[in-house]
């Protein structure tokens, strides 16, 4: 519990089995609950997040093997998000780069800029390969030229928001292209109430599971695409 509210942290994860035990275990306390979503994994994660469930009541692991061209990481954000029962839900990778950690003090920014939900900027981060920092870059123009939104990483994978406004934010991309439609999305249904909050990326646990030069390419045909898709019945905030 943070702050009085509780705090459910999801993760999705594919064959993270070397890592899942010790990643569990030093997970901050102020975590009321741990969802976990396995996306076809074909190594151990599953049987050892079942068996965390045993020993651990923080610890939840479900699966969700649904694919849009062998890509899962949507699927099982949502798995996880409609499972969630805290006040607050923080979404994080499940490789470790991201600093769940900071979940106090981001929730204590969000409350002094009055934002429903916080997506984590990486950057400026010097560490961070010139090839990614470029890509994101691009991407970030894109989404600027298409939609008037000024945002620092359109790619981060972590975000941060209250449980109730989750399905104000209409998310449907089963693929990468989750991350760009949930930082759009709030944009453009909770205004000024969404925002970015500087966190320092860590060291990776396992290997990485895209493509970067594929999925960069796939995130810019999308978010062009997306720009022309009109909801209807859904009204943007004022």
């Not at 901050?28 to 079942?50: H, M, Q, R």
């Not at 961070?128 to 620092?152: D, S």
Request: glycine share 8%; charged share 25%; proline share 4%.
């Amino acid at each position: 519990m943070i702050n009085g509210l509780t705090t459910s942290l999801v993760m999705p994860c594919r064959n993270e089995a070397k890592h899942l035990t010790q990643m569990v275990a030093e997970l901050p306390d102020f975590y009321d609950e741990i969802i976990c979503v396995s996306n076809k994994s074909t190594d151990d994660t599953v049987k050892l997040g079942k068996k965390l469930e045993k020993t651990n009541n923080r610890f939840h692991m479900y699966i969700d093997d649904r694919c849009a061209s062998g890509i899962g990481y949507g699927y099982a954000h949502m798995t996880g998000i409609a499972h969630a029962k805290g006040d607050i839900i923080v979404c994080a990778d499940s490789d470790c780069t991201y600093p769940v950690e900071d979940a106090p003090r981001i929730l204590n920014e969000m409350k002094k800029r009055n934002l429903l939900l916080a997506s984590c900027t990486r950057y400026p981060d010097s560490t961070i390969p010139f090839a990614l920092q470029l890509g994101v870059k691009v991407l970030n123009f894109e989404m600027f030229l298409l939609y008037g939104v000024v945002i620092h990483d359109s790619l981060s994978g972590m975000w941060v928001f209250r449980r109730d406004v989750a399905p104000r934010l209409h998310l449907t991309e089963g693929d990468w292209n989750l991350s760009p439609q949930i930082k759009l999305n709030a944009h453009r249904y909770l205004g000024t109430r969404f925002g970015e909050v500087k966190i320092v990326q860590k060291t990776r646990q396992g290997e990485t599971k895209q493509r970067y030069l594929k999925t960069g390419l796939g995130h810019l045909w999308w978010v062009a695409k997306n720009r022309f898709v009109q909801r209807k019945g859904v009204q943007p905030a004022d």
